[in-house]
């Protein structure tokens, strides 16, 4: 399966822990996104790469939350000290430049803060 | 931010029938895309839309790039009960937003067999 994956699927945590998710991007794609949905939402921005370089955040995005894209492939997302409103779905999706930005999706890590 | 409407919110059709929705923006957009999101999944690419007026066909979806770049309709013929999901629509509007792209609150569609 050469689709954009996302690790964990499911993640439970308690306020205050901090969690790390994982995407990998199709692999030829230089363009990574992370996207937040809450229930009977539609995704929203968070941040996107351009290979390493973290170009756009949203404000969206809290000092408790940190993207990296060390190598231009892989990105971890990570927040800190979680609260009970972090919880929901987190998305990852690739494009490649030149494409029209046309974004593919993995299948989410779902958070849940207790 | 940017606002998508999208309509309606939630649709229940017979199997056989024709469904059509549609999402509006208070902005002009370059791009629009079509995505099919079933629970506990991410969202599965369906059509993408790259100019004014563009209409294009995946199987028994269509969908068109509205030519005042405000808007762009989805229509799917002779529904099936795999139809079922929420279907979103997402606008890239370009430049002076970097390449964020802006989805819709989703319609909901649930086929009765």
């Known amino acids: 399966d050469t689709g954009v994956s996302q690790d964990p699927r499911h993640k439970i945590t308690k306020r205050g822990q901090n969690v790390t998710f994982r995407c990998d991007p199709i692999s030829e794609h230089n363009r990574l996104y992370w996207y937040r949905q809450t229930l009977g939402q539609g995704p929203e921005f968070l941040t996107y790469f351009q290979n390493e370089a973290q170009l756009e955040k949203s404000r969206l995005l809290s000092d408790r939350f940190s993207a990296e894209r060390p190598k231009g492939s892989f990105s971890t997302l990570e927040i800190q000290r979680t609260e009970q409103g972090d919880s929901a779905m987190y998305l990852c999706a690739s494009s490649l430049v030149g494409s029209s930005d046309t974004q593919y999706f993995g299948p989410g890590t779902r958070l849940t803060v207790l | 931010g940017q606002q998508l409407n999208q309509s309606p919110q939630s649709m229940f059709i017979q199997e056989g029938e024709d469904v059509s929705m549609n999402c509006t923006s208070s902005s002009i957009f370059n791009t629009w895309l079509w995505y099919k999101q079933d629970p506990g999944e991410g969202p599965v690419l369906l059509i993408a839309l790259y100019k004014a007026g563009e209409l294009t066909s995946n199987g028994r979806l269509t969908a068109q790039f509205g030519i005042t770049r405000k808007d762009s309709f989805l229509n799917i013929s002779a529904s099936i009960p795999s139809d079922v999901g929420i279907y979103f629509c997402?606008?890239?509007?370009?430049?002076?937003?970097?390449?964020?792209?802006?989805f819709g609150t989703g319609t909901s569609l649930t086929v009765i067999p």
């Open positions: 997402a606008g890239l509007s370009g430049a002076n937003t970097g390449n964020q792209f802006y």
